[in-house]
């Protein structure tokens, strides 16, 4: 029973002690308010007229101002915890001496003196309690567990509002104060308390990430008037709802008590009233908490949460409108109203309110609390109070009809205001993920000291600058670059004297072949000796023949250079001498030479060896052949491809087709290129993987093709990991149709994969595959996530995905937060509840579930090992294949067992005959 409350919650194992901990001091703080503000009211309203409650509403706006001031001030030296314990402190101090003030000086003044004070405690302690929950929860924290802390204040108010009626007889409404005094203490002494716990400093630790305060996501170093007074747009757009949230209720609360203060007179019975009235109320609260869970408000989205207040506010409106009430039926009309609103801002208008700052650094996000919420209650209760003072002088009291149009506008306009919001907190959010990056200066290369600064580099500086110093010098055109290149001939570096050389080549410096000669006679370097002869070859202004007759004398590596210098001078008659040379080699029966052939063509890239190349790929040897074929690739020789591809499916060379392919590049998958068929599942495997690594629409037309003609699962899965990482957009109707459908197919296997691993936390003999389990669970996110980004927002999502991957939890948060703007309810509830099982897991939070478990092990290893509904990989198949022996006590079918592997199968084959061995 206690684990199905918690789940129906929405509350983590977790998050019980601190969640607890929260409720029960907002039940005292409410406690204490509750009690305060009967006896403010009762006192005001029976020794002053109603007429006079504007003045108060300004007086406390003008109060307020003060106090927020000095709340803004103590809010910079002290943390959360320990500024609401010194708010708590004053506001019971400050209870203490009007008592004895009220006690001993009778003054019909201290009343309204009271009414304007229970204002300014009310916003100061709700300010001050939810700053400090506010760093105790990220923003998907918040968004579970506010609504239930908020709700802390209903039993409280139900208790304060009830015994009122019971006290108020005994002892007087002024002594109801202690029972406030009586609350705050209760409250401190439990943040007292509280705040050396361990959960309470873990989670301080948790919700207030590390990082600058001065410049809080979204906020930027410009000095607008919005960025000057509010810090962040988002802060603003709130700012401009609270105030008109504030001046609605001001209104709707005036002409409420103008209802009591004309039914009732005396302090009694306007005391009984008020306490049985709203403790009625909060009775409504608990209906409308039940209501409105945190689940509900998860399903609505914060947008739609803020608009449920105005909706059913106007819906009220719109009866008083349009029907002919009398006096006793507007009391109660507005009653409800003012109850009605006060109790959607304790489980929905508050938590919300509250939620939309979590985005933020926290630092501005206390800031944006006592903006939003601290200053825009004084200006909304000084517009209110010289409105309503200025109706009342020209009129004799409100009119029921006037009011009723006055809401039904500032209602209309609050609604919306909402859509700024969600747009502001979009904005936000995106703003929080977005990732830094950094611009190189630009250097500016004709410049003499820039120069001079490089040819320094070059004397002194490591190789890998001066191989970077060097190249831009060649770009800047410098005039003794050809000398300066020569010089770096006898730098140590074996890197850059194979740069030197590749630029002398590249360059046609002819000059260069004595110091080449002379070096290759002292070099002992064999790779520099390979790039020296390559050189030579290259620039030599010897007969062809005689070169050719040079190069037959040399070792392997030289000879290679020496025919690659050859075929780089690009001239007719070498080239027919070349490819003579290399017909000859690639006939020969040393394997090392045909080798040498293959290696010469991938280096100069030249198509003109297709007659070479046949008879390589008919090679015998499987390293020649695999050379050839990468070759066949490098040199893009489409001509040979069907040839290439089929020998090479012959041979099962999978690894040398791949790298062919990826040299191809995209053309390869063009339709003339590619056979019609493909039976064979690690050809076509081999092909999406490749296409998924290659730019160019041949490649993407080749994929959306398959993916919309159906294939396996794993084929399915493979498709749309090479589209995603291709950044494919997907245009035509069909293929969003397919992928839409892989995704649900997805989340409903990930679905059953959970509710696997929560069953498998009853079997400890089942670890290992409750662990396989878990990594695919992982995998299946980051898949999920792949296939949305080609439906939806793909720079988001792709940040998304990179910030998960990333692990920090803060910014996972904010990431979700975004993911809910993103996607459809009914991709985003499926895998939000896929982030929250790994997180659970990755915090070390238990995993169970709030029922009994209805499947075992063994009916779970003959799910995956049988129908596989799941979609278990190969992996996961054979781990639990391998459970079988520690679950002997349970039954398991022989045929489970001896099942045919899948074809090329090894680790399944392998663990089916270890289990054999076992149990025989």
Not at 45 to 57: D, G, H, K, M, T
Not at 262 to 285: D, K, P, S, V, W
Not at 367 to 391: E, M, R, S
Not at 907 to 913: A, G, V
Request: charged share 15%; glycine share 4%.
């Amino acid at each position: 029973m206690y684990n199905q409350i918690i789940s129906l919650l929405n509350v983590k194992p977790g998050e019980i002690s601190l969640v607890k901990k929260l409720f029960l001091v907002q039940f005292f703080l409410g406690l204490a308010t509750a009690f305060l503000f009967i006896s403010s009211l009762t006192l005001f309203l029976s020794a002053f007229e109603i007429n006079l409650l504007p003045r108060v509403y300004m007086l406390a706006a003008c109060l307020l101002l003060g106090v927020n001031y000095l709340y803004a001030r103590l809010e910079e030296r002290l943390a959360p915890e320990n500024l609401l314990k010194v708010i708590i402190t004053l506001s019971a101090t400050s209870l203490i001496i009007y008592w004895v003030c009220i006690s001993f000086i009778s003054s019909p003044w201290l009343s309204l003196l009271l009414a304007v004070w229970n204002m300014v405690i009310y916003m100061v302690v709700g300010y001050a309690f939810w700053g400090m929950a506010a760093v105790l929860f990220n923003v998907r924290e918040s968004k579970r567990l506010f609504s239930i802390v908020g709700a802390g204040d209903i039993p409280a108010k139900l208790l304060g509002y009830f015994s009122v009626s019971v006290l108020v007889p005994v002892i007087a409404v002024k002594n109801l104060i202690w029972v406030s005094v009586a609350a705050f203490l209760v409250t401190y002494f439990l943040l007292h308390k509280y705040s050396h716990s361990a959960n309470f400093k873990a989670n301080q630790q948790h919700g207030s990430p590390a990082g600058p305060t001065s410049h809080a996501h979204g906020v930027v170093a410009e000095k607008s008037v919005v960025k000057r007074f509010f810090y962040n747009q988002l802060i603003f757009v709130i700012s401009l709802w609270s105030l008109l949230a504030y001046c609605i209720f001001s209104i709707i609360d005036f002409t409420f008590l103008a209802e009591i203060k004309n039914h009732y007179q005396n302090e009694h019975e306007l005391a009984t009233f008020i306490g049985i009235f709203f403790a009625l109320g909060r009775f409504l609260a608990i209906f409308i908490k039940t209501v409105f869970s945190s689940r509900v408000i998860a399903r609505l989205g914060l947008a739609n949460a803020l608009l449920v207040t105005p909706f059913l506010l106007l819906l009220i409106i719109a009866y008083l409108f349009f029907s002919e009430a009398g006096l006793r039926t507007h009391l109660y009309t507005f009653g409800g109203m003012v109850l009605l609103a006060e109790i959607l801002k304790s489980t929905i208008q508050e938590p919300v309110f509250f939620i939309l700052f979590q985005p933020l650094n926290p630092h501005i996000r206390l800031k944006g609390h006592l903006i939003a919420k601290g200053y825009t209650l004084p200006f909304a209760l000084l517009g209110v109070g010289l409105f309503l003072t200025l109706y009342l002088q020209q009129h004799a009291h409100v009119s029921i009809p006037y009011v009723v149009q006055l809401l039904a506008v500032l209602l209309v306009l609050w609604a919306l205001s909402v859509p700024l919001i969600k747009k502001e907190y979009r904005d936000t959010l995106v703003s929080a993920l977005k990732k830094g990056y950094f611009s190189e200066t630009e250097m500016f290369l004709n410049d003499a000291k820039v120069i001079d600064t490089l040819l320094q580099k070059i004397k002194i500086a490591k190789p890998v600058e001066i191989i970077h110093a060097l190249n831009l010098l060649e770009r800047a055109d410098y005039p003794k670059f050809n000398l300066l290149l020569l010089e770096q001939l006898d730098n140590s570096a074996p890197e850059v004297k194979e740069y030197v050389l590749s630029r002398i080549i590249q360059n046609n410096i002819s000059e260069a072949l004595p110091l080449i000669k002379k070096h290759l006679e002292t070099s002992a370097d064999s790779q520099v000796r390979v790039s020296l002869q390559k050189a030579i070859f290259y620039l030599s202004d010897s007969l062809p023949q005689d070169l050719l007759a040079t190069a037959q004398l040399l070792d392997s590596k030289s000879k290679r250079a020496a025919l690659v210098g050859l075929l780089q001078r690009n001239e007719t008659q070498i080239n027919q001498l070349v490819q003579q040379e290399l017909i000859t080699l690639a006939n020969s029966y040393h394997p090392d030479d045909r080798l040498l052939v293959c290696q010469v063509i991938m280096e100069t890239r030249m198509g003109i060896f297709s007659p070479v190349l046949a008879t390589l790929l008919r090679d015998d040897n499987p390293t020649v052949f695999n050379n050839a074929l990468e070759a066949v690739g490098r040199v893009k020789d489409y001509s040979l491809f069907p040839e290439a591809f089929k020998l090479a499916a012959e041979k099962k060379a999978y690894n040398a087709l791949a790298i062919a392919l990826l040299e191809y590049g995209d053309g390869i998958f063009a339709a003339r290129n590619l056979p019609a068929e493909l039976p064979d599942r690690n050809l076509k495997e081999l092909l999406v993987k490749a296409a998924g690594k290659i730019k160019g629409e041949h490649s993407t037309r080749f994929l959306l093709q398959l993916l919309t003609t159906g294939h396996s699962k794993h084929i399915d899965n493979l498709l749309i990991e090479a589209l995603w990482a291709k950044k494919t957009k997907t245009p035509d109707e069909e293929s969003r149709h397919q992928i839409g459908f892989w995704i649900e197919n997805k989340l409903s296997q990930s679905q059953l994969k959970t509710f696997y691993f929560k069953q498998l936390a009853f079997c400890k003999e089942a670890a290992l595959l409750q662990t396989a389990l878990h990594s695919e669970i992982k995998q299946d996110l980051t898949a999920l996530l792949k296939g949305l980004a080609l439906l939806y927002d793909r720079s988001q999502l792709d940040r998304i995905i990179q910030l998960y991957q990333l692990g920090n939890q803060h910014k996972i948060s904010n990431a979700i937060e975004m993911l809910e703007l993103l996607l459809p309810k009914k991709y985003f509830l499926q895998v939000n509840n896929l982030i929250e099982l790994l997180q659970d897991i990755n915090n070390g939070v238990p995993v169970v579930l709030p029922i009994k478990a209805t499947l075992t092990a063994d009916n779970i290893v003959q799910e995956i090992l049988l129908q596989n509904k799941a979609g278990c990989n190969a992996w996961t198949k054979s781990v639990a294949l391998y459970e079988v022996p520690k679950l002997r006590n349970q039954l398991i079918p022989a045929h489970v067992i001896n099942q045919e592997p899948a074809p090329g199968d090894v680790l399944f084959r392998e663990t089916q005959q270890y289990v054999l061995s076992v149990l025989t």
